[in-house]
């Protein structure tokens, strides 16, 4: 099986635009969660969707959206781009219960001048 | 408050020592427990996990962790370093999987191998 693949893979912005990354999970998975990974903060949870409904949410600004297509894809969006918003950004996909493993993709890594 | 507690941010070994990565949670019921590696510039991999069966789990590249329900450890340990070890290793917990499954993560741990 293929596994996760995020894209783009780098990004470039600057303060105030936004940015859509996407998320393509193993096929047959249900479940997607973003993840955001930064030296200061570390590994935070952003939203996980499962069957294009938003399952559970982390304690990020509204800034920070997602959604899930009916394939499971799934897209996060960041508007009013933010020079602490440039990080790597991880999704993880798994079948959908608990006991299940997370995998990941390669990340999206965002850098916001 | 949950959390996740990675003990050493930074562990360094010789090639054939012994690696320990220690990691405690605080949590009153158990919860379910992984370990991840991650590469530079890449991503997360399972390395394993531990999800109320047996204590002691076995997980890939020779790793393998024990759950320790009195302490709330979950320490990772490989009896020999290799090179290709060098990585960064976190620790991730998932407090309520009745509610929702999403990973905590301790601050990760960073191993280095000495030839």
């Known amino acids: 099986k293929a596994g996760v693949t995020q894209t783009p893979r780098y990004l470039i912005k600057t303060r105030g635009q936004q940015v859509t990354l996407s998320c393509s999970p193993i096929?047959?998975?249900?479940?997607v969660s973003w993840y955001q990974q930064t030296p200061g903060q570390g590994l935070q949870f952003l939203f996980e969707y499962f069957s294009e409904t938003q399952r559970n949410k982390g304690n990020f600004p509204g800034r920070f959206s997602g959604r899930q297509f009916s394939n499971s894809r799934s897209e996060m969006n960041v508007s009013t781009l933010e020079l602490g918003d440039s990080a790597l950004y991880l999704c993880?996909?798994?079948?959908?219960?608990?006991?299940?493993?997370?995998?990941f993709g390669p990340g999206t890594r965002l850098t916001v001048l | 408050a949950q959390s996740v507690t990675q003990l050493g941010s930074h562990v360094s070994v010789s090639e054939g020592a012994l690696v320990l990565l220690r990691c405690n949670y605080s949590?009153?019921?158990?919860?379910?427990l992984f370990w991840y590696v991650q590469y530079p510039n890449q991503g997360l991999q399972l390395l394993l996990k531990?999800?109320?069966?047996?204590?002691l789990v076995k997980g890939i590249n020779g790793f393998e962790a024990e759950f320790k329900k009195s302490e709330t450890s979950f320490h990772l340990t490989k009896p020999s370093a290799h090179m290709r070890d060098a990585a960064e290793y976190f620790c991730a917990v998932i407090f309520d999987s009745s509610n929702d499954y999403k990973l905590s993560f301790g601050a990760g741990t960073t191993v280095t191998v000495r030839a």
């Open positions: 531990y999800t109320s069966a047996a204590t």
């Open positions: 949590s009153s019921v158990p919860p379910y």
């Open positions: 096929s047959g998975h249900r479940s």
């Open positions: 993880a996909s798994m079948s959908g219960v608990s006991t299940d493993t997370q995998y």
